[in-house]
């Protein structure tokens, strides 16, 4: 090989470890946001103020426009959220995303501006609810098992329409009965990221009521 094809040859390549250098360096790139961090962590507040519905990570991410991959947006939620802890309102974080809400002990004093008297869910409703919360997926027979008592078509048709339950499929056995389980909607308005995160039985009733000022 002539001395000119061996300099021409030598010239097209990267060292490993300059090119491990090189491809950092555009991931890094490819990372950096296009906005400054500071008026990020704005848009973030008043997209998070001006809903009512949890927003998604992937979607405060995807309006940043910052790749899946980057953590700037998390840390600016907790950024946030540790300049709104002491605080009327928190931001929280729930199954389906990121969400900014009045905190428990301020509702008190909020329902004196809608003093109407809010209905509370029946014992058997509750009952109904921990026992798919806690077990699922089950069938109303094995409701109807654990309580000891036929469980009323009403009853599972509420916690349905609030949707905190669902049909997720049926059991494969004679006559194929539905199954049910709790659905992220529950987990939302108990504040809870995760079914991990379940109270004690007992606490249930009073995280619905403090979650759920509509409750019906």
């Known amino acids: 090989m002539s001395e000119q094809a061996t300099e021409s040859t030598q010239s097209n390549i990267v060292p490993l470890n300059e090119a491990a250098a090189t491809t950092e360096l555009d991931l890094q790139q490819d990372a950096a946001p296009s906005i400054e961090p500071a008026l990020l962590k704005n848009i973030l ?25 980057s953590k700037l947006v998390e840390e600016l939620l907790a950024q946030l959220a540790e300049e709104y802890s002491k605080r009327g309102i928190e931001l929280t974080q729930v199954a389906s995303g990121w ?5 428990p002990e301020m509702q008190e004093y909020l329902g004196r501006l809608n003093p109407q008297k809010q209905p509370r869910y029946s014992r058997a409703v509750m009952e109904t609810l921990a026992i798919i919360a806690y ?3 089950v069938t109303r027979g094995d409701i109807e098992e654990i309580r000891g008592v036929t469980v009323a078509s009403p009853i599972l048709k509420t916690l349905e329409a609030r949707n905190w339950i669902e049909v997720i499929g049926t059991r494969d056995v004679p006559g194929k009965p539905e199954l049910f389980a709790t659905t992220q909607q529950l987990l939302d308005d108990l504040n809870l990221r995760s079914l991990h995160e379940l109270p004690e039985l007992e606490e249930m009733g009073n995280l619905i009521e403090q979650g759920t000022p509509d409750a019906a």
């Open 135 to 137: 077990r699922q997926p």
């Open 45 to 69: 507040e008043a997209a998070l103020m001006t809903t009512q519905e949890p927003i998604a990570l992937a979607d405060l991410k995807k309006m940043a426009g910052l790749s899946q991959g």
């Open 99 to 103: 969400r900014f809400r009045s905190r």
